[in-house]
């Protein structure tokens, strides 16, 4: 059962430099999700989808952009890195939003922006 | 705007204890909580949640129980194991929101043998 992976599990990049963090889900869920968890916070929604070609903002938006073409994937693309984006991400997804419950995360990549 | 506190930030009990983890939150406006276990480098698993209209939930050794009116939610968990060592969050889900949880910033706790 691969459930929700994410590649890289680590990114060191330079300020300025941009890359896209992987998620694939197999549980043919709609609904899908990236977020970022700092020290000492809460983790921040940064974009969700609902569906195959639809995409919305969460919390913390700027800097990221998402794209679904299909049911399986939601890359998260970081278009110009700051030390600001030095997190670890997230990708989580579920069969219907965030109501049942059955969130379903991915192990994490671990970025670092010098 | 909602704010969610978990206190304390780490915990630390022997092996066999019962224990009591809070998490209380600002806007009794919620469509429901949920717990959830982090392993030290991995994804988070959901472990229970209750919806608005419930007062607790169980399962297995663990109990959580929500109180909307005083903004508090705690997750108990009988005859601690080395096992249950991980850090727990609570997330919850705002009456204004279908698909935004609003996360607290959890509690690490060490079970020792």
């Known amino acids: 059962n691969a459930g929700v992976t994410q590649t890289p599990k680590f990114q060191v990049l330079k300020t300025g430099q941009s890359m896209t963090l992987q998620c694939a889900q197999d549980?043919?869920?709609?609904?899908m999700s990236w977020y970022r968890q700092d020290p000492g916070m809460g983790l921040r929604l940064i974009h969700y989808s609902v569906g195959a070609g639809i995409t919305d903002q969460g919390e913390v938006p700027n800097g990221y952009n998402v794209s679904r073409s299909t049911t399986e994937d939601f890359p998260l693309r970081l278009l110009s890195a700051a030390p600001s984006q030095t997190s670890v991400y997230f990708c989580?997804?579920?069969?219907?939003?965030?109501?049942?419950?059955?969130?379903?995360f991915g192990e994490g990549s671990r970025l670092t922006v010098l | 705007k909602q704010e969610v506190t978990q206190i304390p930030a780490a915990l630390s009990v022997p092996e066999g204890e019962n224990l009591v983890l809070n998490c209380s939150f600002t806007?009794?406006?919620?469509?429901?909580l949920q717990w959830f276990r982090q392993d030290p480098g991995k994804g988070l698993t959901s472990l229970l949640l209750?919806?608005?209209s419930q007062r607790e939930q169980t399962s297995g050794r663990l109990n959580a129980s929500l109180d909307k009116s005083s903004g508090r939610s705690t997750l108990y968990i009988a005859a601690s194991q080395p096992g249950d060592s991980a850090t727990y969050l609570c997330?919850?889900?705002?009456?204004?929101?279908?698909?935004?949880?609003?996360w607290g910033a959890g509690t690490k706790l060490i079970i020792k043998p």
């Open positions: 209750i919806q608005s």
């Open positions: 997330a919850v889900r705002p009456g204004d929101s279908n698909y935004q949880l609003i």
């Open positions: 806007d009794s406006a919620i469509y429901n």
């Open positions: 989580a997804s579920s069969r219907q939003g965030v109501n049942t419950g059955e969130l379903f």
């Open positions: 549980m043919n869920h709609e609904y």
